[in-house]
């Protein structure tokens, strides 16, 4: 009988989270994926989706939220990183849409798509087909992540990318200095990436264990509270509603729905493709958000298509 007891245990290739989707796992997921968009673009009736691509879809975002399978972040960073506040509405309707399409109320079911189509998840399945990580450099639009090893939780690697999060993890895996490899706890997509680097890694100062080095020592849930707090100015395509405008002075202010009700304030020159004395209060609209002295501002502002 061999003895195992000092062999050495076998080092997993990928972090956790980021393993590779298996052939049989892409189709079923691709194959839900196109099921159910078929169904928004009301392509297809609602006998006609499966209740298996809707149990799948629903799957993939519970993956995404739990983080408790060893490719979610695999299949998260595909959709395109969607917030948690988003994943929970999208995973609540398909749950009542399944229930709806299994009992035949067809006119419920409806009804549902029409909440999923105005929600954020026709972005997300645009992103999983697209498969598109990456980012663009020109605006600095990039990723802040959050890493760690499963068996140092508290010792976090906190950096930034203007590529897709994943191919920066295999490339900081694939370092010959690196045994056990490296998970994907947190990502954020940001806007001014290298700017909002340098104030989180101010924010964190006190945690940080070598200065030469973005390794941090601090709880997981106490960093992404004191990151968020840092880094929500940079946070990119915010929802809001005009809440006051006034076009002789040229600016106003828009209430942010999807942060506290937040009041931003927005200058005629930020406004894109409408025209200022055509603004209306109520109008939903759509921005990045910029930090200044004087407060939050707006900027590449847009209206809402409805």
Same mark, same amino acid.
């Given at each position: ?12 290739? !990928? ?43 629903? /799957? ?32 609540? $309707? ?11 109320? !067809? ?31 020109? %605006?600095?639009?990039?990723?802040? @992540?959050?890493?760690?090893? $499963? ?25 010959? /200095? ?6 994907? $706890?947190?990502? @954020? ?17 006190? !945690?940080?264990? $070598?200065? %030469? ?36 002075? /040229? @600016?106003? =202010? ?10 931003? =304030? ?41």
């Amino acid at each position: 009988m061999t003895d195992t007891s000092t062999q050495p245990r076998t080092i997993p290739k !990928y972090g956790f989270g980021m393993s590779d989707l298996s052939e049989t796992m892409k189709r079923r997921f691709d194959s839900a994926v196109d099921n159910v968009s078929l169904f928004l673009k009301n392509e297809i009736s609602p006998n006609e989706v499966k209740l298996d691509a809707v149990s799948e879809l629903k /799957g993939m975002f519970n993956r995404s939220l739990r983080k408790d399978q060893w490719n979610w972040f695999t299949v998260y960073d595909r959709l395109g990183h969607p917030p948690q506040r988003d994943m929970r509405f999208i995973v609540s $309707r398909l749950v009542l849409l399944r229930k709806c399409l299994k009992e035949n109320e !067809y006119e419920q079911a409806l009804s549902i798509r029409s909440e999923l189509v105005h929600s954020t998840l026709p972005t997300w399945l645009s992103n999983w087909k697209d498969c598109t990580g990456e980012t663009t450099k020109e %605006d600095e639009t990039g990723w802040l @992540y959050i890493l760690s090893r $499963r068996d140092e939780p508290d010792i976090l690697k906190i950096g930034m990318t203007t590529r897709s999060v994943a191919e920066r993890v295999k490339e900081i895996n694939s370092a010959t /200095g690196v045994l056990r490899p490296y998970s994907v $706890r947190s990502a @954020y997509k940001v806007k001014y990436v290298r700017k909002a680097e340098k104030i989180v890694f101010k924010q964190l100062s006190d !945690y940080r264990i $070598r200065k %030469d080095r973005e390794f941090f020592q601090i709880p997981f849930a106490e960093a992404c509270k004191l990151i968020e707090s840092e880094i929500f100015a940079f946070l990119t395509r915010r929802q809001g509603v005009l809440k006051w405008f006034d076009a002789s002075r /040229g @600016y106003g =202010f828009i209430k942010c729905i999807d942060h506290e009700h937040q009041d931003v =304030f927005v200058h005629t020159s930020q406004i894109v493709d409408v025209e200022a004395n055509s603004m209306r209060i109520g109008q939903k609209m759509k921005f990045d958000i910029d930090a200044t002295v004087k407060g939050l501002r707006a900027i590449n502002v847009a209206l809402v298509d409805e």
